[in-house]
């Protein structure tokens, strides 16, 4: 390959997780923060949670509203528009009221939801066609790194400053950040479309042009249920340990860290399987049994269990059910003309973020109603692996190994 176009690929390669993994620290921002503002603030902790839920219909809208945007002013310049959004967001929050809470947190997922659909439009450009599963997986790893960030850098931040100038030091130096990504902008801002329509079709044709793509559409569904599991696997899990196992916060802590990390390595790993075997869409259903398998053997989970067994089952959720993005987001780009990268990421994230707003209620439900974390546990692996059946119905009426 050209050391140029290694050069540009390192260059987009770089900026694009970097931009995912900024936008995702803001996003997770008020969440770490959240025994902090529950005392302060005096609301319970499930107050601020609303936060996330908020976050992730701003995530849908904004997914969906991103392809013309780029189309006509380029993935750069959208990826800089997105900082500035979510950081203005978040310091929506220093009024301190929680109406002012839900409205951040409402504003920081409209700047969150394009940040994919950006970043497919650049590397559907300069990604070579056999590594494409990989890059897109490299650069999904900004999700699992801005988690790293935000429960490294917020606290660390909390003990030197109030929370509000938390906020503050955190936003400015996103869109300081913002602002460096000027350097490439003449670069990579190329084959712009002034003359594109924002709102091409309609609201829903993002959506459409996916669930209509015969390849595309079960896919896209199956995301639902895995974005569902994701979400409500992590957001519970140490709670989970801590009431059920009798584990301490640091120790819960500790899976939680070696799942983000395992999530890190299984993207690259995964990614580098699908090209290696040009079999994505197996290699998906794969990762759905394995999910949902991993989801089940958690509900049987007693304080009988070592701690390196849960330690391990943590570590491969995370490198399966934490894992599948990037291979998801190349076989969208695969499938759709270069120019409709953008909108069809928009409307496959749509249905993505759905699942992880509306999966965490049911699951807190099922534990309610139920008074075990066992039952909600068992009824997400089920729901999964029903998933994977149809999938795996799907590879053989299709006849594909793709």
Request: charged share 10%.
């Amino acid at each position: 390959m050209d050391k140029t176009l290694i050069r540009n690929l390192i260059v987009v390669l770089g900026s694009t997780t970097s931009v995912q993994a900024l936008v995702t620290m803001i996003s997770l921002t008020v969440s770490v923060m959240a025994p902090t503002l529950a005392q302060e603030l005096n609301v319970s902790v499930g107050t601020i949670g609303l936060y996330a839920s908020m976050s992730y219909i701003g995530a849908m809208i904004g997914s969906l509203l991103s392809g013309g945007f780029v189309l006509r002013y380029g993935a750069i310049r959208i990826s800089q528009g997105i900082m500035v959004t979510c950081s203005l967001g978040l310091l929506l929050c220093i009024n301190g009221h929680w109406i002012w809470f839900l409205i951040s947190a409402f504003i920081c997922g409209l700047g969150y939801g394009p940040a994919t659909p950006a970043s497919s439009q650049l590397l559907s450009r300069h990604l070579p066609t056999r590594y494409l599963s990989l890059g897109f997986s490299i650069k999904q790893t900004g999700v699992p790194l801005g988690g790293i960030l935000a429960g490294l850098v917020v606290p660390w931040l909390l003990i030197r400053y109030s929370w509000q100038n938390s906020m503050l030091v955190i936003a400015t130096s996103v869109v300081v950040a913002s602002l460096i990504l000027q350097l490439c902008r003449k670069q990579f801002d190329v084959q712009l479309e002034p003359g594109a329509n924002l709102f091409r079709g309609n609201f829903f044709s993002s959506l459409r042009l996916v669930l209509s793509h015969p390849q595309l559409k079960l896919i896209a569904i199956a995301t639902f249920f895995f974005s569902a599991t994701q979400q409500c696997y992590i957001y519970f899990l140490v709670t989970f340990l801590e009431s059920n196992i009798g584990w301490d916060n640091q120790k819960a802590g500790i899976a939680l860290a070696i799942l983000g990390a395992s999530a890190v390595l299984g993207r690259i790993l995964w990614g580098a399987v699908a090209d290696a075997t040009g079999r994505s869409q197996l290699l998906i259903m794969v990762l759905a049994f394995a999910m949902a398998t991993v989801t089940l053997l958690t509900g049987l989970i007693t304080p009988e269990w070592s701690s390196i067994s849960i330690f391990i089952l943590c570590g491969v959720f995370g490198a399966t059910g934490a894992a599948w993005n990037g291979i998801y987001l190349a076989e969208i780009t695969r499938h759709v003309a270069t120019e409709d990268v953008s909108r069809a990421t928009g409307g496959g994230l749509f249905v993505t973020f759905f699942g992880v707003v509306v999966a965490p209620p049911i699951f807190g439900l099922i534990i309610n109603l139920t008074n075990s974390f066992e039952t909600a546990y068992i009824a997400l692996g089920s729901a999964t692996m029903l998933i994977g059946l149809l999938l795996l119905k799907n590879q053989r009426k299709l006849g594909v190994n793709t």
